[in-house]
């Protein structure tokens, strides 16, 4: 009886895999993509969502000439200024509850050129 044994072939190319050390060369430093600031077209829109958010409302504001750390900064200063709760998601703030009015009138306020979007 003859047992036939299989290798799985590793690929270095595997998206889920990276080198972190090699034996020639030692630890292998990674470098990090820097943060392009989005490009924007100067308006900051606040609209309100509900969808897919079991009827619950979030005010979400995109637009804005930020990224990383900077981001989260102004979302904090946003979340204190409405008294509620928020995340930075995909390059947009989203705080919880209806709070469009005075997020346009706090970003204008601020500085920036913000007008209403959506409903």
Do not use: W
């Amino acid at each position: 009886m003859q047992v036939s044994l299989t290798m799985a072939k590793y690929s270095a190319k595997d998206s889920s895999s990276r080198l972190v050390y090699s034996t020639d060369q030692g630890r292998i430093k990674e470098e990090k993509p820097k943060e392009v600031t989005p490009e924007t077209d100067g308006v900051v829109r606040v609209r309100p969502e509900k969808k897919g958010r079991g009827g619950k409302t979030v005010t979400v504001i995109t637009g804005l000439p930020m990224t990383g750390n900077d981001l989260k900064a102004f979302a904090k200063q946003l979340k204190k200024r409405c008294g509620g709760g928020g995340a930075v998601k995909d390059g947009a703030i989203e705080l919880q509850g209806d709070h469009v009015d005075t997020m346009v009138a706090e970003l204008i306020r601020l500085g920036h050129n913000a007008k209403r979007a959506g409903g």
